[in-house]
């Protein structure tokens, strides 16, 4: 078992357009994979897949018109959908906590940074304001934040962007979480900052055998600082499996898309297409939610594709994808 | 290779006339009361002469404040005129003040917005400032000093308040000027080669006004109070015109000595119609910025 | 910048609206109809009279002269003398200020004490029946004119029920005012110990400080529910319950970055509030500096109506220049920056 598994997770928006006809919209549709402790998983996807909606779900923090209406998020043999407020405060914050794309705007604007360290420890322990500050100290300087001491008085928006980000890690690990989300947490740093703030979460999953999830469209990101990854799409997970197995040997037509993509491959190969608007979420197409933009799309992509088994892990959702053997990405050129 | 399907989108739910009227109302129920109740004494003025029973000032002086019964409604003031009736006329004045004041502080104050958003810089400042001069004006002063300086006809207080509130829609379509020029909207129409003055009124116009939309029907509601106002205070329009304001000033004595009607029935329908107005406003907010709404994901 | 430099800076750049908006009234009041001199006057007046009153009044110097006369004593504090109480008009505003605060302030007191809690109760349920009435009952506060809620509340609570005193100012016939401390009849009562005085002027007030109050409140509810909806739905306090803290204390996170803005609101609405309670003041006989203003304007007092705006406007600035001075308090993002 697990530490976090998400089973058929279905995220719906509900609300009424003004002929007062209910629209749906569909933001996750049978999402299911897991992490394990030790484990960075990589989520990637375009903007609409799906991506922090999930983390959203599976963290609780979804609102009004959105709903998940159907499957199961299991953290350590819980299950975190339907859990009440207080029980899932129990767990928010201390063995499963979350850091943002925005840190300067998700830090409480009128309370300094060692206040709100020293919060997040007592309002789920009962423990002394003086514990409480040594051991922000203590965590501040692990996440790698200089003169901490000094740092601890410091109001939020006296804080740089890689600094505050340093400050929700800090938030984050201070009650000794198993499993840490990651949404987008290098959107808006500088490259450097990027590099030292991941550096410092891969490091921490290694020396505490925590799990971690990183959320982005990143695909450099995955690569480097991943073990697993899962391809998102139109609320699916389309593909999944090991990091390098996956870059290899992309079985989704989407993925090879993506994979095509990056500048390595383009100098290798040559621009490729990714063609397409965004699937609408109102009116998703029947069967393969991709097929309108797949290029390999055939009479058969009407019917929902079963997970396909490629070995080792590696698993994708298509009707061709251990069909092609060689597996080269099939996307045309020029 | 297999054909690729193109997206067609998908077709829009069915449009019934009830569905859009409830779907409307679901979605904000202030605007359908709004409506309901402008759209109300828009017919009460349209058709007042229908509606009342005696004329606005026509005179009974043996019939001096009659309470409310059988033979006049809403009762009879202290010359003997009909107060429903004339609360019945008042409706024209409302409408009569709402609607001209509202388009003088369109033509005047979208204009000078959409200028100074367009040019910036020094005309920019000199609008800006003069606007200012004029907000710090505590309004009710300013339209009382003005139009006590000026006469008291409703020419006059139209005029004035128009004038006084055109500010507010400088204000406003400035803001959308500046938010459409840094979007590189501007640029685009100007790099088409469009003379200024179209890119001011067929480009920037319509998209800089839609946010002001819902700000003119509150200004409505406010016209309607304030010159009723004025007329309470004896400046403006003044008896025997069945304006609601004057007609509280006349009724205001007789509260003392319990004649009640002649103050309350006006006040009631003032109360009413700038209600609908200030409905209407804010639930054309409601409509038009679902964002305020709850928020999803 | 040190606090007295940001004072100072500020009160500086008042001055150029404050001259503005006196050369507007001085002018608007000039060009009208109004003639003063044929009012002081009156009907049997001859040319010879009505020139002799014209030369004392000022009136015919040359307009900029006119203007220029008229600064130059204001920077001495003389505000010049009311035509029509022949008192100097620095007297008659001291005189009926505290009048008007007492009432204008009792009344934010009360509105705010009701509309800020309903306006974030009304946030934490959005389009729920409690704030579906709130809003509807703000809309109602917004929409009904002072002048005309205060004759039906008379009608009802004084000559229906009997249970509020007669609208005749601050004090019955039968009582004194209380020694002259602040101004204020109730406050200087209860100061001095003068029960009896103080339970009149008390009365006396109740009616018009609830009305006024519910005018006030009605803007207080709709924007502290904005304010709130907007913070509830910010990324900070998203964040906050994502760290899994207690509901009280994500709440208690919300209402502390709300209350900046609301005082923010609550200062500008105050600023327009004073010019809106001439008119309770003018039905309640108040003797207030409002109704001796509006009285003023009708009349074409120009010294008065001058000494008035000017009060109006002085009192904005103050108003003001407070909230900046609460907000660089609770604020620490706030700075002391020109």
Redesign the interface.
């Known amino acids: 078992m697990s530490l976090l598994e998400v089973r058929n997770l279905h995220t719906h928006?509900i609300s009424?357009?003004?002929?007062?006809?209910q629209?749906v919209a569909k933001?996750l549709n049978g999402v299911t994979f897991d992490v394990d402790k030790s484990e960075v998983v990589g989520i990637v996807g375009e903007t609409g897949a799906g991506k922090?909606?999930t983390a959203?779900s599976i963290m609780g923090l979804?609102?009004?018109?959105?709903r998940v209406v159907e499957g199961s998020v299991t953290f350590d043999g819980n299950e975190l959908i339907g859990l009440s407020a207080e029980d899932l405060n129990r767990i928010r914050g201390t063995e499963l906590t979350m850091i943002v794309q925005s840190p300067l705007t998700s830090l409480d604007p009128l309370s300094r940074v060692g206040k709100q360290l020293v919060r997040a420890q007592r309002e789920h322990r009962d423990i002394p304001k003086e514990e409480a500050w040594t051991a922000g100290i203590q965590t501040m300087t692990t996440v790698g934040i200089p003169d901490p001491e000094r740092r601890m008085r410091a109001w939020p928006h006296e804080l740089s962007g890689g600094m505050a980000q340093r400050v929700l890690i800090a938030l984050a690990l201070i009650n000794g979480p198993r499993l840490i989300i990651a949404d987008e947490p290098t959107t808006g740093l500088d490259v450097t900052v990027q590099a030292q703030i991941l550096d410092l979460l891969r490091d921490l999953v290694r020396d505490r055998e925590m799990g971690a999830m990183i959320i982005t469209h990143d695909l450099g990101v995955v690569a480097h600082y991943c073990t697993r990854i899962c391809v998102m799409f139109a609320g699916s997970i389309i593909e999944t499996g090991p990091v390098r197995e996956v870059f290899n040997n992309p079985r989704h037509p989407y993925t090879q898309a993506l994979i095509s993509s990056t500048p390595k491959r383009i100098a290798e190969q040559g621009y490729g297409q990714i063609?397409?608007?965004p699937p609408?979420l109102?009116?998703l197409?029947q069967g393969c939610h991709y097929?309108?933009?797949?290029?390999?799309?055939?009479d058969i992509c009407h019917q929902t594709p079963p997970l396909q088994n490629a070995g080792g892990g590696h698993q994708a959702r298509c009707h061709f994808a251990v069909d092609d053997a060689t597996a080269t990405p099939t996307v045309t050129h020029g | 290779?297999?054909?690729?399907?193109?997206?067609t989108?998908?077709p829009v739910?069915?449009?019934?006339w009830t569905?859009?009227i409830?779907?409307?109302t679901?979605?904000s129920?202030?605007f359908a009361i709004g409506f309901l109740i402008v759209a109300i004494f828009a017919f009460i003025a349209a058709f007042a002469n229908v509606i009342s029973p005696f004329g606005p000032i026509e005179t009974f002086s043996d019939k001096v404040l009659i309470p409310p019964g059988s033979e006049f409604w809403f009762g009879s003031d202290g010359n003997g005129m009909d107060v429903f009736s004339r609360v019945m006329h008042g409706a024209r004045f409302a409408f009569g003040i709402a609607v001209p004041s509202a388009i003088i502080m369109l033509v005047i104050g979208v204009p000078l917005g959409l200028i100074a958003g367009y040019k910036g810089g020094m005309i920019d400042e000199v609008v800006l400032r003069s606007m200012?001069?004029l907000r710090?004006?505590?309004?009710?002063?300013l339209a009382?000093?003005?139009v006590?300086?000026?006469?008291q006809s409703l020419i006059n207080v139209v005029l004035v308040i128009g004038f006084l509130d055109a500010p507010i829609f400088t204000r406003l379509v400035r803001s959308e000027v500046l938010a459409l020029r840094s979007s590189g909207f501007v640029d685009s129409a100007v790099a088409a080669g469009n003379p200024t003055w179209r890119i001011l009124f067929v480009h920037l116009l319509p998209n800089a006004i839609r946010g002001s939309t819902a700000m003119i029907a509150v200004r409505m509601?406010w016209a309607v109070?304030i010159s009723?106002?004025l007329a309470?205070?004896?400046?403006g329009i003044q008896a025997p015109t069945p304006e609601w304001?004057a007609m509280?000033r006349q009724?205001?004595e007789f509260?003392?000595s319990?004649e009640?009607w002649v103050?309350?029935f006006p006040?009631v329908a003032?109360?009413g119609i700038?209600?609908g107005f200030?409905?209407l406003g804010?639930g054309l907010q409601d409509?038009l910025d679902p964002r305020?709404?709850?928020?999803?994901? | 910048m040190t606090l007295r430099h940001f004072l100072r800076r500020r009160l500086l750049m008042v001055v150029p609206?404050l001259l503005?908006?006196t050369f507007?009234?001085f002018m608007?009041?000039r060009?009208?109809?109004?003639d003063p001199v044929a009012m002081l006057g009156g009907p049997m007046a001859d040319e010879a009279a009505l020139a002799e009153i014209e030369r004392e009044l000022g009136l015919d110097r040359q307009f900029f002269v006119q203007f220029g006369i008229y600064v130059g004593k204001l920077a001495t504090g003389d505000l010049g003398e009311s035509w029509q109480s022949s008192e100097r008009v620095a007297d008659e505003i001291r005189n009926r200020l505290p009048a008007s605060l007492e009432l204008l302030l009792s009344a934010v007191l009360l509105g705010a004490l009701v509309g800020v809690p309903v306006g974030l109760r009304s946030a934490q349920r959005?389009?729920g029946v409690f704030d579906?009435v709130a809003?509807f009952v703000s809309?109602?506060g917004?929409?009904?004119?002072t002048?005309?809620?205060a004759?039906?509340a008379?009608?009802v609570f004084?000559?229906l029920l009997g249970w509020a005193p007669?609208p005749l100012g601050r004090l019955d016939l039968a009582t004194f005012p209380p020694t002259d401390i602040t101004g204020s009849y109730l406050v200087d009562s209860i100061l001095t110990g003068q029960w009896s005085t103080a339970r009149t002027a008390a009365g006396q007030l109740a009616l018009p400080v609830i009305l006024f109050s519910i005018i006030v409140a009605a803007p207080i509810i709709k924007h502290t529910r904005?304010i709130s909806?907007e913070v509830l739905?910010s990324d900070y306090v998203r964040y906050a319950k994502s760290q899994g803290l207690r509901p009280r204390t994500v709440r208690r996170i919300a209402l502390r970055n709300s209350i900046t803005p609301v005082l923010t609101f609550i200062g500008t609405e105050l600023?327009?509030l004073?010019?809106?309670v001439?008119?309770l003041e003018?039905?309640f006989a108040w003797g207030g500096l409002g109704q001796w203003?509006?009285n003023a304007?009708?009349t074409?007092d120009f010294a008065a109506?001058q000494g008035?705006?000017l009060v109006?406007?002085l009192f904005?600035v103050a108003v003001f220049v407070v909230i900046d001075l609460l907000v660089l308090l609770l604020e620490p993002r706030a700075t002391l920056r020109p």
């Open positions: 928006f009424h357009d003004l002929n007062n006809n629209r933001g922090s909606l959203m979804l609102q009004p018109p959105a063609g397409g608007p609408n109102y009116a197409p097929r309108d933009r797949c290029a390999k799309a055939a | 290779m297999t054909d690729v399907t193109v997206t989108p998908a739910p069915g449009f019934t569905g859009r409830l779907g409307i679901r979605r129920p202030t200012d001069v710090s004006f505590p309004s009710i002063v009382l000093a003005v006590a300086a000026t006469g509601a109070r009723a106002t309470f205070i004896g400046v304001g509280i009724g205001a509260i003392i319990g009640w103050a309350t006040g003032l109360v700038v209600l200030n409905l804010d409509l305020r709404k709850a928020t999803g994901k | 609206i503005g908006i507007l009234t608007l009041l060009i009208g109809d109004q959005p389009n579906q809003r809309l109602f917004f929409s009904v004119p002048y005309w809620i004759l039906m008379i009608f004084f000559f007669p904005a909806l739905g600023t327009g004073l010019a809106a001439s008119l003018l039905i203003g509006l304007i009708l074409g109506v008035y705006v109006l406007a904005s």
